[in-house]
């Protein structure tokens, strides 16, 4: 069964690692040993997990067959950006409410003062 | 192993029938029955996908014995949107190199015009 382009994107991010590598290619290009220093994993790990991001078109690799550095490709983290932006509204929802609800508070305020003046 | 929240959340969301009921939430709360209408699964199917998304923090259920309307929990939504926003400048570049090299060739043409109007 192919998958959809998200769900191959999301799958490629549901790890720790993975969105590790993205960090630190978004500081640019590097190779796969600089790459892995930081990490405490072998080499071939590290492989096997940069297949799984070029798969998914996150990352590319240079063309050298003894070098062959990786860099960060966006295109796919654009359209997890556009997915999640129709959700959007439902997290600010909560605030709106909150404003919603301070607004309610002021009117009632200036509504009491003005009547209080009134009565005086 | 515990998971953390990101890696729970893509995991969740890498599954098309998953971030289907999510958009149809996204419209309205609803019950697992009303939920599995739209897809060919059955409704054991549907409940382990709805898990799936209760365990990530993306739906909450009703409490009713019977009735357990499902809706919408955008908290983890939120995470994600605010880490992709870190890589915002990666899909903008593109664009904005594009500006640039236009601001560069509308500069050669106004000294070129310049030019051509002092020669004459």
Known sequence: MQQDQLTT???ALADPTRRAILARLASGETSVTELAEPFEMSLPAIS??????ERAGLIARGR????????????????????????RRFWEQSFDRLEEYLREVQKKEKKN????????
């Open 48 to 53: 096997k997990h940069l297949k799984v991001l």
């Open 113 to 120: 003062a003005r009547d209080k003046h009134r009565r005086n």
């Open 9 to 11: 994107t999301f799958a």
């Open 64 to 87: 050298e067959a003894q070098y062959r550095p990786c860099r960060l490709e966006a295109g796919p983290l654009k359209d997890v950006a556009k997915w999640i932006e129709h959700y």
